[in-house]
């Protein structure tokens, strides 16, 4: 190598450390003033609907998220609540046959006797003049609720009102000037997001946690049979009493209501919480501050979600669509004609795809809406305009009463026995005269049948889209169906549609 090599190799490594220098130095004046610009969401604002805020770039906290979190804090409150509870105690000694032998039971079995329930959770201050929401289950049943402050300071809370099919309670305290949350849009959430938790989890104090939406839509059925559940699933950590505390989004806008946890067994977080949608939360909070209860609309229907065996068997291209498996009689639905066996496809021109989107939909809106409907019948389209009504207890009723039979089943029904309607079944059943069918009297718990759903006191009305009336009708209808059947099928007076296919 010659000494004119050796002088250019060096002339271009000079070059290469001043362009790296000249480089760094620039990026370091660029990222000096990019962390110096403001977050966008971060100021404690009054209460405010945050529809439109835009995306915020992470790069905006080099430092963590303490911009997010520092003015959100104050506006979420520990809650304390208590209820009174009488229980009826008896000595143990004053059960003991000797001692009775002498006195009888003149002293049992005691009088009843109080005992104070306690419990914590969490709650978000919206307005600043003390309207809080909280979860229905941390003040449920309670006596006496107290609301302490990040400052420390308590109030006694009166209860606006509840509705414990979403696990929403709304509390107002006597204060002015608090800090508020501003209230986001949750249909805008998306799985990946950035979310943060904050409640007073065991009751060690005012905790923040972090994490993403883990997913939309959860259905996990703490509600029971007639709840309305739409949770934001959550990988960050909520534990016991960080119920009905907040959920924000990297603007610091108020996104969730922290409702429920699965522990996997343990009493801790597991990675899987859940949170009431906000923009859910907020409907039935204006309901309740407005009128003191929720009004919910109803279509009267009894519907069920459609899967692969269901759409096969009614010509349907796809499984989106929830099927009509009863009409309730001189409701909307009934008439506007809907017909059990009819596929709701859309409402008001958004597709639906379960019972539970489609329940959801109609509930939040208000009795006397005109709703139109695309449904699916005869393998064709059609359109369909509906006006609600308000919710009946009606719609609630479920449950079915069993009886005793003879008959045999075969081929996708093996496994089930049936016998004919009598006027005395139906009385048990408490099904109205001249209802039609075979009333299932057992079932075959190994049979595909009893996987399908079919239990003792069903009434089988029709097989693959035949009525039947007897139990002839009813084997002549199976005949042509060895290894597949579609059932219309009567629990405690409401139908739907049952596909069994044997494997």
């Known amino acids: 190598m010659n000494s004119n090599q050796i002088s250019v190799r060096r002339w271009v490594a000079v070059a290469v450390i001043a362009a790296a220098l000249v480089g760094g130095g620039i990026l370091a004046v660029g990222l000096r003033n990019w962390s110096s610009n403001s977050i966008v969401g971060a100021a404690n604002l009054p209460m405010k609907m945050d529809m439109n805020a835009p995306p915020v770039p992470l790069g905006n906290f080099m430092n963590g998220f303490a911009s ?7 506006a979420v409150v520990n809650i304390h609540s208590s209820k009174v509870v009488k229980q009826r105690q008896a000595m143990p000694f004053f059960n003991d046959p000797f001692f009775q032998q002498f006195f009888g039971n003149q002293f049992g079995p005691g009088q009843p006797q109080t005992q104070k329930e306690e419990s914590l959770g969490s709650g978000v201050i919206v307005t600043s003049d003390g309207t809080i929401l909280t979860n229905n289950h941390v003040i449920e049943g309670a006596s ?3 609301v302490q402050l990040s400052d420390k300071r308590e109030f006694k809370a009166k209860l606006v009102g509840t ?8 509390l107002k305290i006597d204060a002015t000037g608090l800090p508020t949350l501003p209230l986001g849009d949750s249909t805008k959430v998306q799985v990946g997001d950035v979310v943060f938790a904050i409640g007073d989890p065991f009751g060690v104090g005012e905790t923040a946690t972090m994490g993403i939406v883990s997913a939309k839509g959860r259905q996990i059925g703490i509600e029971g049979p007639h709840g309305y559940e739409d949770f934001i699933q959550t990988d960050a950590a909520i534990n016991p009493g960080n119920s009905g505390g907040a959920m924000i989004d990297l603007h610091g806008d108020l996104v969730g209501i922290n409702t429920a946890i699965e522990t996997g067994g343990s009493e801790g977080n597991v990675g899987i919480g859940f949170a009431i949608p906000i923009d859910l939360a907020r409907n039935i909070m204006n309901q309740l501050i407005a009128h003191g209860k929720v009004v919910r609309g109803s279509l009267g229907v009894y519907i069920q979600n459609v899967d692969q065996a269901i759409a096969k068997s009614f010509g349907l291209p ?4 929830v099927l009509i498996g009863d009409v309730i009689p001189n409701t909307s639905a009934s008439r506007a004609g809907l017909q059990k066996g009819d596929v709701i496809l859309k409402v008001n ?3 639906v795809n379960d019972r539970t989107q489609l329940s959801l939909k109609i509930s939040e809106m208000a009795p006397g809406t005109a709703v139109h409907l695309e ?3 005869n393998d064709k389209s059609m359109d369909v305009t509906a006006t ?5 207890a009606q719609e609630e009723k479920e449950g079915a009463t069993g009886n005793g039979g003879e008959s045999t089943s075969a081929g996708a029904l093996a496994g089930v026995e049936v016998q004919n309607l009598t006027a005395d079944t139906l009385q048990q059943l408490n099904l109205p005269p001249g209802t039609k069918g075979v009333v299932i009297t057992s079932v075959d718990p190994s049979s595909a049948a009893a996987d399908a759903g ?5 009434v089988i009305q029709e097989v693959n889209h035949k009525p039947v009336n007897n139990i002839t009708e009813y084997k002549q209808a199976l005949a042509g169906s060895p290894g597949q059947v579609l059932l219309l099928v009567n629990s405690g007076g409401i139908t739907q549609y049952v596909e069994i296919e044997t494997h």
């Open 454 to 458: 079919l239990q003792r006191g069903m």
């Open 388 to 392: 609600l009504t308000e919710l009946s």
């Open 163 to 170: 509705d414990p099919r979403t696990d929403v309670a709304v």
């Open 144 to 146: 006496d609720i107290k």
């Open 375 to 377: 449904i699916w019948r």
């Open 318 to 321: 796809s499984t989106e669509g």
């Open 68 to 74: 997010v979190l520092k003015p959100a804090l104050p």
């Open 349 to 351: 021109g958004e597709p």
